[in-house]
């Protein structure tokens, strides 16, 4: 069926002549938005705008079928003689490595000479029957004894794959398979408009509450040097402008007020630049800040953790792209912010791997500010390879190192007893980062440093210092750059009313403006780089000519306890404060990256069995050692001590 956008009006036969006149003299503008079909009970997408299209050479019967639409197969060959068996080959490979193609797209099969020599003769000859086929078309010479063998041109040379072919125009469309959003993850499904931009998927499949996301082929893409990243399936928190869709920060009267996004955020584009496919937009707690699933979710609803019983929070404040890449298998990876933690916390809940990188690693204009001085943004992926590609090709100006730092730093308190089932895992772990470094860890105790090094006039706590240094600068910095002026946009807009907002953000806004507002930035700021510059000198983060960073300072970011989403919190009355490991990468700017290490058991109230939960360490190294890190982690993954883990309830089922 075709989904066109338009008005339909239930009294159509009635309609005036004043209207009429009113109608024709504006231009109709019907769009063809693309059809929604299925094929042997997948749902399928085929885009609105061609891709290409086919000719025959002779006339043929188009119309074997009545379908608007009917599956095509594009196979390209550069030997001199294209068989049965080389066939049968190539579409085993297909279903093998895509999850778009099924042998249903072979009712229409082109089959396109792709090699240098156009010299001499290349010929198809397919002699065993194709399940399915009505018509092979072909850009080779073949033997004419099949009926249905042609001879045809394509306009535009497509990559090898499934698509939708009109029988009446010739015309070729993409093949994106259509998939229902169980876990709420998204906010929208987009599709490229082909022109630099993109639309909201207008297309649906069954589901209860839930979106649909359409994911191209992925035979459709190849990596080369210059997009590395080409046809990874990307979704990315909504907080990112792309254009042509708007941006709704996780707030329904922010979406609605302001207008479809006229620019994508450089740092998207430069994604999309080494081949990234961006197939929607994720949740976000609201305007990045700090909500629970059971009250604070008030305007959206929390998206779902998949791990254990599936009722675990899934962190923020990048829940939708945590929650997205530990549930879809059809999804490679995602992109969320870390302002204080929003990236490693829903890394930590669902057990994926995630970056906070170097603070100012890549820019963040057409992104909604929390705080301008600790935004970032980092990445989430299931494998250290897809994650370690991602974070090389993504952030630019970074050095690479090969060389892995030999210092260890380990802060005893950070760590769970080792007899308990994640403490005993943790300690493995860091046993075997031990031995693959070569050293022994050093333990360290941050506080007690700082006493004795500290600068003159700091306080001797180092707690004292920052306590609400990182509340000011996030409630502070955001009242300022996004509530003031989206208040008076919608004042204006709407008659002096005020937009809800959910209670957490309100909170905070509200204890900034009560604890000294503007003039406690700058002061929030000054403690910020003293801890910073102490942190480089006398602290853990000394920069190192061979390997980059002096050491990695290594700490437990979730210990795999549960976190149920039906259990109340007492209600949000400001920012979080206090020091604590999660804090140095906030203030000193340096990378924290969040890797999988293992799952531990709990009794699940809600499904009366034993689930698992993620246990996952941090790893910290002086700043602009993202590279360093990211090498580091791959090379652990290459020697199992690190693992992919996978979707769904379990990480290692
Ligand atoms: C389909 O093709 C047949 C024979 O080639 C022709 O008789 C018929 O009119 C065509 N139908 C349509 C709808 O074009
Ligand atoms: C045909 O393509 C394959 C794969 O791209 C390549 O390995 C092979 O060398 C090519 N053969 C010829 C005859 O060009
Ligand atoms: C995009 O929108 C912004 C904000 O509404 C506006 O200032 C700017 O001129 C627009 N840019 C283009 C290229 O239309
Ligand atoms: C990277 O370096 C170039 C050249 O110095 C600079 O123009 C650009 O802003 C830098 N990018 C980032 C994200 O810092
Ligand atoms: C580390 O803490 C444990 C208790 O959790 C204690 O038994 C052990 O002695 C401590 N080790 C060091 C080196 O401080
Ligand atoms: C620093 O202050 C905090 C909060 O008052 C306290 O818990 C901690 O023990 C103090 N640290 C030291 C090293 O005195
Ligand atoms: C941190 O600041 C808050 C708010 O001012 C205060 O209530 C709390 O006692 C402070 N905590 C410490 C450890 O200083
Ligand atoms: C800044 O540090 C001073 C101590 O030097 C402390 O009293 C103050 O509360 C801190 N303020 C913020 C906002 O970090
Ligand atoms: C789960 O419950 C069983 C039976 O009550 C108990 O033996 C086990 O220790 C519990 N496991 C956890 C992780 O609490």
């Not at 709420?184 to 993109?198: C, I, K, P, R, Y």
């Not at 170097?358 to 705080?371: K, R």
């Not at 306080?459 to 920052?466: A, F, M, R, Y």
């Not at 499904?607 to 982690?633: Q, W």
């Amino acid at each position: 069926m075709a989904i066109l956008r338009g008005i339909s009006h239930p009294a159509g036969m009635f309609i005036t002549a004043f209207f009429f006149y009113s109608l024709i003299s504006t231009a109709t503008a019907l769009i063809d938005n693309g059809k929604l079909v299925s094929l042997n009970g997948l749902d399928y997408w085929a885009g609105g705008i061609a891709a290409s299209e086919l000719s025959p050479s002779r006339n043929i019967n188009w119309n074997w079928s009545s379908a608007d639409i009917v599956p095509l197969t594009i196979v390209k060959t550069n030997g001199t003689i294209f068989s049965s068996n080389e066939l049968e080959k190539t579409i085993s490979e297909f279903q093998s490595s895509d999850d778009v193609f099924s042998p249903g797209f072979m009712e229409v099969i082109f089959i396109e000479y792709n090699g240098d020599d156009h010299e001499i003769d290349h010929t198809v000859e397919l002699n065993a029957e194709i399940p399915g086929n009505k018509l092979v078309l072909t850009s080779s010479k073949h033997n004419d004894h099949k009926p249905l063998l042609v001879h045809a041109n394509l306009r535009k040379s497509l990559p090898n794959g499934p698509y939708f072919l009109s029988p009446r125009t010739g015309e070729i469309f993409k093949a994106f398979r259509v998939y229902s959003d169980h876990q709420l993850a998204f906010t929208e499904g987009a599709v490229s408009d082909e022109n630099d931009g993109f639309m909201s998927l207008p297309a649906l499949t069954e589901g209860a509450m839930t979106k649909s996301v359409a994911v191209p082929s992925r035979l459709y893409y190849t990596p080369t040097a210059d997009k590395p990243l080409a046809g990874l399936r990307c979704g990315v928190k909504d907080i990112f402008d792309l254009k042509g869709l708007r941006t709704s920060g996780g707030n329904r009267a922010f979406y609605d007020l302001y207008p479809e996004r006229n620019t994508t955020a450089p740092s998207i584009e430069r994604l999309i630049d080494a081949g990234v496919v961006i197939v929607g937009k994720m949740g976000t707690v609201q305007f990045a800040n700090g909500d629970n699933p059971t009250a604070d979710w008030v305007d959206f609803h929390c998206p779902f953790n998949p791990r254990g019983d599936g009722y675990q929070a899934p962190g923020g404040s990048s829940s939708g792209p945590g929650a997205g890449i530990a549930s879809y298998d059809w999804l490679d990876i995602t992109i969320g912010s870390d302002t204080g933690g929003s990236m490693r916390s829903p890394g930590s809940m669902q057990g994926v791997f995630a970056n906070r990188p170097s603070t100012g690693a890549i820019g963040l204009d057409n992104v909604l500010p929390l705080c301008k001085d600790l935004d970032t943004a980092g990445v989430f992926a299931r494998d250290a390879e897809t994650w370690s590609s991602t974070i090389h090709a993504w952030y630019p100006n970074l050095t690479n190192y090969e060389k892995y730092p030999e210092r260890i730093f380990y802060q005893n308190a950070s760590f769970p007893d080792h007899s308990t089932e994640a403490g005993s895992m943790l300690e493995r772990f860091v046993q075997k980062v031990e031995k693959f470094l070569g050293s022994q860890r050093e333990y360290v105790d941050i506080a007690e440093r700082w006493e004795e090094t500290h600068p003159k006039n700091a306080p001797s706590n180092v707690t004292d210092l920052l306590n609400t240094t990182y509340a000011i600068l996030t409630s502070v910095g955001q009242y300022r750059s996004l509530a003031l002026p989206f208040y008076a946009d919608y004042a204006a807009e709407n008659d002096g009313r005020h937009p809800f907002i959910n209670p957490g953000p309100l909170k905070r806004w509200k204890w900034g403006q009560d604890n000294g507002g503007d003039s406690s930035y700058d002061v929030a700021l000054r403690n910020k780089t003293v801890f910073r510059e102490w942190w480089e000198t006398d602290g853990y983060g000394k920069p190192s000519k061979e390997a980059c960073s002096e050491g990695v300072y290594l700490y437990p970011y979730s210990k795999g306890e549960p976190q149920y989403r039906n259990v109340y919190f007492d209600a949000p009355t400001a920012p979080p404060m206090g020091f604590k490991d999660g804090r140095i990468s906030n203030m000193a700017d340096v990378p924290d990256f969040v890797v999988p290490v293992g799952e531990v058991s709990y009794n699940s109230t809600v499904s009366y069995k034993t689930e698992y939960m993620p246990v996952t360490m941090s790893f910290v190294a002086a700043r602009g050692c993202d590279l360093m890190l990211a090498n580091l982690i791959r090379d652990l993954q290459a020697v199992e001590i690190i693992k992919p883990v996978n979707t769904g309830s379990r990480m290692y089922p």
